[in-house]
């Protein structure tokens, strides 16, 4: 690893891959973004980077890939609500085959986020194989990565690429992402102001309301496990990137409200209309493919994670309501 580019480096997974890299001793770092006008540049302080680059369409006609080993492509608009195809497709498609067409052609390793959302409801199952046509995402943003995975292996780059399909990631560097922000996140103000946590009701009679089960992983386990693939030149194709366990929404209040010693009192809203069709009621990684890769990984409880997230980060923010 000589130099690498770090797409999507001031979001959520993108600026923990670039603390891991620190960790372990790599700074020779360019890190590509979009930061807008929201804080996500605080992100970025106290990374150790050599370049920070602003996203343009004309990135690849300059001499940016010149000595670029390694490629993180975590950059998307990862809004499961956008409704402007045009944009995800620009965004999350377009670059992304540019992208990985760039790093081929330069022999560059190439490891990107797709993500769970292309599995849809799970009637299909959540397998990690290239057999993806068959999966029907719910959302637009997750055709728009599915499009990309579809475009990769009609092309046979899995031969040379990783892809890694992200499940529930949580944890420090998400408080940009406004509704997008974990429960986690959003439950410090929630508890501060009512004392309760807010919890969608189910509207398919198979769960109970709060019994709606996903795959949370925490985003230090995510930027090990990324880094940990991108290592290995043999883990190439679509990895499943989760805990392997599906939690309820319930069990992930009561571990919030542990972390807080707090009783647990969770209130059930209704859900959106708009996304009473879009919902994913239960999801769940099969990770024994990353496990024939990673054999010794070793993945966060998620009470563990949740205490760590709470306590070592979210209420000992300046911003913090408890």
Excluded at 30 to 53: E, M, P, S
Excluded at 199 to 212: C, I, P
Excluded at 293 to 310: E, F, G, H, N, W
Aim: charge should be neutral; hydrophobic fraction near 35%.
């Amino acid at each position: 690893m000589r130099r690498v580019l770090v797409t999507g480096g001031a979001g959520l997974i993108g600026s923990n891959i670039i603390k891991e890299l620190n960790s372990r001793g790599h700074n020779n770092i360019i890190v590509c973004d979009i930061l807008g006008k929201d804080d996500k540049y605080k992100n970025l302080i106290g990374l150790d980077f050599n370049d920070y680059v602003e996203y343009d369409k004309n990135i690849f006609q300059t001499n940016i890939f010149s000595d670029i080993t390694h490629i993180y492509h975590l950059g998307a608009c990862s809004s499961t609500t956008e409704v402007d195809m045009s944009y995800l497709y620009e965004v999350n498609t377009n670059f992304s085959k540019k992208l990985a067409q760039i790093s081929i052609e330069k022999d560059i390793r190439f490891v990107y986020a797709s993500s769970a959302a292309t599995y849809g409801d799970g009637s299909a199952g959540m397998m990690d194989t290239e057999d993806i046509l068959h999966f029907k995402p719910l959302n637009k943003y997750g055709f728009s990565k599915q499009l990309f995975d579809i475009f990769a292996s009609k092309n046979n780059f899995f031969k040379k690429i990783t892809g890694l399909k992200y499940f529930n990631i949580f944890g420090p560097g998400e408080e940009h992402k406004g509704d997008m922000k974990s429960l986690v996140n959003k439950s410090i103000s929630q508890i501060a102001d009512s004392g309760s946590i807010n919890l969608f009701k189910s509207y398919k009679n198979d769960y109970k309301d709060g019994e709606q089960k996903r795959d949370f992983l925490y985003v230090k386990d995510a930027a090990k496990i990324t880094i940990d693939l991108s290592m290995n030149l043999d883990a190439i194709g679509l990895f499943n990137v989760g805990s392997g366990v599906a939690n309820s929404w319930n069990y992930l209040a009561e571990c919030i409200f542990n972390s807080l010693n707090k009783t647990c009192c969770i209130n059930y809203i209704d859900m959106p209309d708009k996304l009473k069709n879009k919902y994913q009621y239960f999801t769940q990684a099969n990770i024994s493919k990353l496990y024939n890769y990673l054999p010794d990984l070793k993945i966060t409880s998620l009470q563990d994670a949740v205490r760590d997230y709470v306590t070592n980060h979210l209420i000992k923010n300046e911003n913090s309501p408890i």
